[in-house]
């Protein structure tokens, strides 16, 4: 199974006028990098970058000069995109701004069930939050001290780690032989679930503070509450 990991960085926040001016993308197979990329910076074509996007990425006007424009780069970008699923964190909007300048060339547009938006699953596994890009490294101990500002590789390098524990992690692989049967003499498949421990435990998720709001939250609820039963120390048989 192939996805790329893609993450856009732009002008500003409309598509419909904004544009395009860092794609940066990896190649995934079975879930594992393969240590192939894609990233561009693009010139956005007289676009001038907000102040406020700046911030956020750190490009410049500056540095898009002598950059190439997305009809100079889309061939590449689409051989590389091609066939795969695409994982993108909040990428309906990223996709939004894709099929902006797809549009603008009269290309089709990447239809939307080819994304995994982790944002989305984010949320289903995680309601109470905070699901950011940063807030899910820090909750799966994945180091992101590299990322000062927005960067489309580097975000894409750190969302495929994301999304590989937001999937269920690397703890388990499957392994398929054939044999023949005694029985019937025809061939079956036999699965052998190989599970793999971590070399080091994910730190805790819930922090000093919040297990002693908890503990004082259970400790109002009166002696008659579910929770001081499940919490009382177990009578000797």
Not at 65 to 73: L, M
Not at 130 to 156: E, F, M, Q, V, W
Not at 176 to 202: K, M
Request: charge should be negative.
């Amino acid at each position: 199974m192939r996805e790329i990991i893609f993450d856009t960085e732009t002008t500003g926040l409309d598509n419909r006028e904004d544009r395009v001016i860092e794609i940066g993308a990896i190649e995934m197979i079975n879930r594992f990098p393969t240590g192939n990329t894609f990233h561009k910076y693009i010139n956005p074509q007289g676009r001038q970058v907000h102040p406020d996007a700046q911030d956020v990425h750190g490009i410049s006007n500056a540095d898009l000069e002598g950059k190439p424009t997305f009809p100079e780069i889309i061939d590449e970008f689409l051989e590389f995109i091609e066939g795969a699923k695409l994982v993108a964190h909040n990428g309906t909007f990223d996709l939004g701004f894709i099929n902006a300048e797809f549009a603008r060339l009269e290309q089709p547009a990447i239809q939307a069930d080819r994304l995994i938006d982790t944002l989305a699953l984010a949320r289903r596994k995680h309601p109470m939050g905070p699901n950011s890009l940063d807030a899910l490294c820090r909750r799966y101990g994945i180091d992101n001290s590299r990322r000062t500002k927005h960067g489309a590789l580097l975000d894409s390098e750190l969302l495929a780690e994301v999304y590989i524990e937001l999937i269920g992690g690397k703890q388990s692989a499957l392994v398929l032989e054939s044999f023949s049967s005694g029985n019937g003499g025809g061939n079956t498949r036999q699965i052998e679930i190989v599970v793999a421990t971590r070399p080091e435990p994910l730190p805790p998720r819930l922090t000093e503070a919040e297990l002693a709001a908890h503990d004082k939250l259970v400790g109002g609820l009166g002696e008659k509450a579910l929770w001081a039963k499940l919490l009382a120390p177990a009578e000797p048989s």
